[in-house]
Structure formats: structure tokens, C-alpha cells
């Protein structure tokens, strides 16, 4: 069974440091891009961003370039969101996805993990 | 960069009627475009990819039709379970971008 597994919630203040984690298993995790979707609250869903854990060549939303970075660390079928200091409007759930076939990223996402809740404030 | 429109944004029904949701691209992107159902506190769900084959285990009252820059996703008799909220997501390059959202209420 395909699966992808965030890391828990977290709050943090403005200005921390914060790495998410989305560890993929049953399929294999190489050879499938990951998207990152972001939804603030009440939102629509966001694009920021993917990655292939291939050979991790990455590419960003404009809208996110610069504001955050994603990595893979294919020895443990997992993929991180970071950013190095927080701002309160980067509060939202947060969701990884995978591509639905393998070797490219030009693909619907068919499998989502559960998400990831980070809330910022002072 | 490529702009999607849906509509409406919320569109009130009843069981056992038709739906039809719209997305347009600001420009032509084939057929790169995906459906997709997120009920509250969930991940969304993939429906419809290729603009109109339908996902496996989804039911067949759902389909998707389009090319180019018009697609349209379609609920041919609405059911209880599909009070939801719908996405377009337009997979055309490695700049993608999801439509603003339809949110499927009850009548």
C-alpha cells in the first residue's frame, strides 16, 4: 500500500527555524516526484513546489522561490520542507503528494499525506 | 506564467442533481489537468487526470471533459458523499498552479 507520512503538528514563533518530513513507502520512492501543497486556513490548495528523489533536482513556485527549500534524503524514502525563520502568514497546513507516475513531474498527484499543521505566533 | 479560473465558487444543489464545474487556463495547456475532491480536515482526493480519465476507484458519475484552455468536471447525479469542495490543477510544466476551488453545497 502506497503511503506518505508527515511529521506531527507544530507551533513555533516568529522567526524560528522549522523542518517538516514526509516519508514515502510502498512503491518506489526514487523514481516518483513529491509535491509540496500548502493551504492556509480557509484557503485553496497552493502549489510550492517539487522534487525528485532520484538525483534530487528540485523546482520551486515563483510564489515560493527564495522563501523556503526543499531537500530528499533518499536513504530514508523521505522528503523535508524547511525554512530558516518563520513568519506568522506561513501558517497552514502543509501537504506532500506523490506524482502519479514515475520519471516525471509533469503529473496529477495521486497519493497525499495526512498534512502537517504549523501554526506561528508570537 | 499560466492562470487558471474556476467557477463557480459555490454552488448550491441537490441530491440527485447534475453538476458541472469549469476551470479556463490563460493558455492552451492540452490536456495537463486533474480533478480533485477535499472534504474538510482532509487531503484532497485525485478524481479525473488527463482532463478526462477517471481514477481508479472513483465512481463513474464523475467525469471530465476538455482541451486547450476550457475543461469542465462534471457530476451526473450528485450524491450525499459529494458535498465537498473541487480543484482543477493544471500540471502542464514545472510551474503548476491549482483553480481557486468550488465549494459543493447542499440545497
Known amino acids: 500500500e502506497v503511503q506518505l507520512v508527515q511529521s506531527a503538528a507544530e507551533v513555533k514563533k516568529p522567526g524560528d527555524s522549522l523542518k517538516m518530513s514526509c516519508k514515502g513507502s510502498?512503491?518506489?520512492?526514487?523514481?516518483?516526484?513529491i509535491a509540496w501543497v500548502r493551504q492556509m486556513p480557509g484557503k485553496g490548495l497552493e502549489w510550492m513546489g517539487i522534487?525528485?528523489?532520484?538525483?534530487?533536482?528540485?523546482r520551486y513556485s515563483p510564489s515560493f522561490q527564495g522563501q523556503l527549500t526543499i531537500t530528499v534524503d533518499k536513504s530514508k524514502s523521505t522528503t523535508y520542507l524547511q525554512w530558516n525563520s518563520l513568519k506568522v502568514s506561513d501558517s497552514a497546513m502543509y501537504f506532500c503528494?506523490?506524482?502519479?507516475?514515475?520519471?516525471?513531474?509533469?503529473?496529477?498527484?495521486?497519493?497525499w499525506g495526512q498534512g502537517t499543521l504549523i501554526t506561528v505566533s508570537s | 506564467d499560466i492562470q487558471m479560473t474556476q467557477s463557480p465558487s459555490t454552488l448550491s444543489a441537490s441530491v440527485g442533481d447534475r453538476v458541472t464545474i469549469t476551470c479556463r487556463a490563460s493558455?492552451?495547456?492540452?490536456?495537463?489537468l486533474a480533478w480533485y475532491q477535499q472534504k474538510p480536515g482532509k487531503a484532497p482526493r485525485l478524481l479525473i487526470y488527463?482532463?478526462?480519465s477517471l481514477e481508479s476507484g472513483v465512481p463513474s458519475r464523475f467525469s471530465g471533459s476538455g482541451s486547450g484552455t476550457e475543461f469542465t468536471l462534471t457530476i451526473s447525479s450528485l450524491q450525499p458523499d459529494d458535498f465537498a469542495t473541487y480543484y482543477c490543477?493544471?500540471?502542464?510544466?514545472?510551474?503548476?498552479?491549482f483553480g481557486q476551488g468550488t465549494k459543493v453545497e447542499i440545497k
Open positions: 490543477h493544471q500540471y502542464n510544466s514545472y510551474s503548476q498552479i
Open positions: 510502498g512503491y518506489s520512492f526514487s523514481t516518483y516526484w
Open positions: 493558455q492552451n495547456i492540452f490536456n495537463w
Open positions: 503528494a506523490k506524482a502519479r507516475t514515475s520519471g516525471s513531474g509533469w503529473e496529477p498527484l495521486d497519493h
Open positions: 522534487i525528485y528523489p532520484g538525483d534530487s533536482d528540485t
Open positions: 488527463k482532463a478526462s
